[in-house]
T-cell receptor, first 113, second 111 residues
C-alpha cells in the first residue's frame, strides 16, 4: 500500500533562517506531488505541484521554492523565512488523473519567531 | 480564476440535529471530492462524486453532485460528536492536475 511521510511535525524557526521540509512517498511510481499551506481552520492554498522529476509549477509568488530531486521526494525550501511564512504545511500525492483523490501527510506546523 | 464557494464557514449544532454543507461554482467539474480533516492531521477523502445528479451515502452522510456538475452538497443526519471536524470540498477538471478547493466548513457537534 502507498504511504506518505512528511517531517518534521513541528518546527520553530527565527525570522531570516533557512527552511527545508521533506516529503517522501512509498508504494507508487511517478505520482503527482503537491505542497499546500493552510491557515487555521481554513481551506488549502496550493503552493507548488510537480508531475515529474525536476518539474515544478509554482502557484503563488513568494520566498519559498520546491524541488523534486527523486521520483518520490518533494522538498519545500526557503533561504530566508518571513513572519508571514508561519502556518500548517501539507504535502500530498495523487495518481496522474486529477479525478483521483489526493493523499496527505500529517503536516508540519511551522512557527516563525 | 475558478472559485468553489463553500458554506457555511462555521457550524455548531447539538448532537442529533441535521445539517447541510454546500459547495457552489460557476465552473463545471469532472468530479467533486469531499474530505474531512482532524486538527493536526491532513485531510482524508470521504467520497468522490463523478456523474451529474449522483447521490452517494456513507452511513449518516449523504453526498450529492448537481445535475450540471457545478455544485455539491453534504448532508449529515443525526449528527454525532464524532462528526466534528473541518470538511473540505474540492473540484477536479480533466485538463488540470490541480484541485479547486473550497474554504472549508468547521463543524462542531455538541453532546
Amino acid at each position: 500500500s502507498q504511504t506518505i511521510h512528511q517531517w518534521p511535525a513541528t518546527l520553530v524557526q527565527p525570522v531570516g533562517s533557512p527552511l527545508s521540509l521533506e516529503c517522501t512517498v512509498e508504494g507508487t511510481s511517478n505520482p503527482n506531488l503537491y505542497w499546500y499551506r493552510q491557515a487555521a481552520g481554513r481551506g488549502l492554498q496550493l503552493l507548488f505541484y510537480s508531475v515529474g522529476i525536476g518539474q515544478i509549477s509554482s502557484e503563488v509568488p513568494q520566498n519559498l521554492s520546491a524541488s523534486r530531486p527523486q521520483d518520490r521526494q518533494f522538498i519545500l525550501s526557503s533561504k530566508k523565512l518571513l513572519l508571514s511564512d508561519s502556518g500548517f504545511y501539507l504535502c500530498a500525492w495523487s495518481e496522474w488523473d486529477s479525478n483521483q483523490p489526493q493523499h496527505f501527510g500529517d503536516g508540519t506546523r511551522l512557527s516563525i519567531l | 480564476t475558478q472559485l468553489l464557494e463553500q458554506s457555511p464557514q462555521f457550524l455548531s449544532i447539538q448532537e442529533g440535529e441535521n445539517l447541510t454543507v454546500y459547495c457552489n461554482s460557476s465552473s463545471v467539474f469532472s468530479s467533486l471530492q469531499w474530505y474531512r480533516q482532524e486538527p493536526g492531521e491532513g485531510p482524508v477523502l470521504l467520497v468522490t462524486v463523478v456523474t451529474g445528479g449522483e447521490v452517494k451515502k456513507l452511513k449518516r452522510l449523504t453526498f450529492q453532485f448537481g445535475d450540471a456538475r457545478k455544485d455539491s452538497s453534504l448532508h449529515i443526519t443525526a449528527a454525532q460528536p464524532g462528526d466534528t471536524g473541518l470538511y473540505l470540498c474540492a473540484g477536479a477538471r480533466d485538463s488540470n492536475y490541480q484541485l479547486i478547493w473550497g474554504a472549508g466548513t468547521k463543524l462542531i457537534i455538541k453532546p
